[in-house]
């Protein structure tokens, strides 16, 4: 009996875990993309600025608690036995109180907070604030996956994240006649109920754990370096679609989040790399391995999807926003390559900035700090038209990348 060749070779290579995220992050990815289109063609540009807000706020506590999950990852790959124990026992009980602490304080806020993004309601802040916590508890347990390398299990969590927030959010929309902004910070809430399946029960202790002062002091410089990276990935991510909120009317801020969003489609697909870099590169260095071939392979990959993103936004910026958002957001299409271009410049040297961060080296992590304050700085002294909004952003992310790509060619000099 003949054999195709080709199929016996499919049914022999199995799917690595690593390609098995890939794929999942991808689908997640398409998943939160249409959560977001659907809502800005539901909702037109004025009440989709509301939405943005949210969604902007959602993407800020996940950078906050980025640093929990980044610190638990390197963390799962060095320590193990009962030092891993004592180390995911603290690190839980520090996460529930840093998102406690931060929930209590958007609650506190949201009147403040709806005066400072001219939001429609202050409500959405409260129910918004009520779900902090979970995430803090999500982002460990993924953090203890991840670095393990436990990617099938990484994976189920994103999916059920994005799918409950997806179906819930959108069902509530046509079930219940109350603000959307209501009901989208409803779904956020519900969707980091179901992020936290499947949860390592037995990783949560109130027991007092106790870690040696030399691993204390590891833990604490990753997480303060870390800390600080990831603020500047909010500000450098989400100032922007802030800074237009409080400047321009809600029209022009609903008509400029549609524009970050579909710009921002390479970041999103990096950051799937991300996740395979960190632990892949600690693990190297934990066995003497030169790290900077995979540093190279991701460049790569980004550089190249990044390329192709901001050719296609450039040749066919209309049919983009018309199929992806209507014809209500067609006053963005001259804008959209050139913020395609911004966003691409970051996404690659996002990846110098996690990779040096995974050899616990400062300077690249500085530079990206600096350079998010100079470009929400650039932002607040020149915001007279989104185009100029754009263009701070060119400028500040072609130079962090410049510099990013300098200081790597010069470390890699001195070591040879």
Known sequence: ??????ISKLKTNKITPEQLFMLSVLIVNGGNYLYNLILGRLLGPEHFADAAVLITFLLVLSFVAMTFQLVTAKFSVVFEGIVFKNFIGKIYKNALLVGVCCG??????????????????ATMFVI???????YFLMSVNRGVFQGKKDFKLLSITYQGEMLSRLIITLGLLFLLKIPSSTIISIGILISFLFGLIPFKIEHLTLKKTVLAVSDSKNITSFFMLTAFYELTQIIINNSDILLVKHYFDSYEAGLYASLALIGRIVYFVAWMFVMLLLPTVITLQKEGKDTAPILFKYVGYIATIALVIVLVCALLPKLMITILFGDSYLAMAPLLWKYAWATGMFAVSNIFAYYYLSLDKYIPVIISGLFGMLQMLLVVFYHNTLEQVVHMQIIAMVSLLVIQILFFLLSRKTLN
């Open 128 to 134: 918004f604030g009520i779900g902090v916590p979970l």
């Open 1 to 6: 009996m003949y054999k195709n060749p080709i």
């Open 104 to 121: 209590f304080i958007i609650i506190l806020c949201s009147t403040q907070l709806q005066q400072l993004f001219n939001t429609s309601s």
